[in-house]
């Protein structure tokens, strides 16, 4: 892997984890509730860039820095679990499983849509 593969990844996955913070944070803002919207639209979001470059069948390279940089920082599986532990810890069970399951079923869907959406 080149050394520029290396500053890209580094630059793009800085690039992605600004857009989280941002996106996350307007919706937030603007959505108040326990229920964490940012990131479920976030890794929704993010499950559909990533579908539409897997479809659109990218050089190697090219989806190394703009799926797994730019997207895979964008995207975040572990404030997704932190989030479902603390809506479970408040007494939000409800939330906590429709949080588990709704994210799990819009990144499924998201994925297959843009993966088809892709390889059009």
Do not use: K
Request: glycine share 14%.
């Amino acid at each position: 892997m080149s050394p520029w593969v290396w500053v890209g990844v580094a630059v793009l996955g800085g690039v992605g984890a600004c857009a989280r913070f941002a996106v996350d944070g307007a919706i937030s803002t603007r959505i108040r509730t326990p229920f964490p919207v940012g990131t479920l639209v976030v890794n929704a979001s993010g499950a559909f860039i990533l579908g539409v470059l897997w479809g659109a069948h990218l050089a190697p390279d090219a989806l190394l820095l703009a799926g797994t940089a730019t997207i895979g920082s964008y995207t975040t599986f572990s404030t997704w679990m932190l989030e479902t532990q603390r809506l479970a810890e408040d007494g939000l069970l409800r939330s906590a499983t429709v949080n588990l399951l709704l994210s799990l079923a819009l990144g499924l869907a998201f994925a297959a849509l843009g993966h088809w959406l892709g390889g059009l």
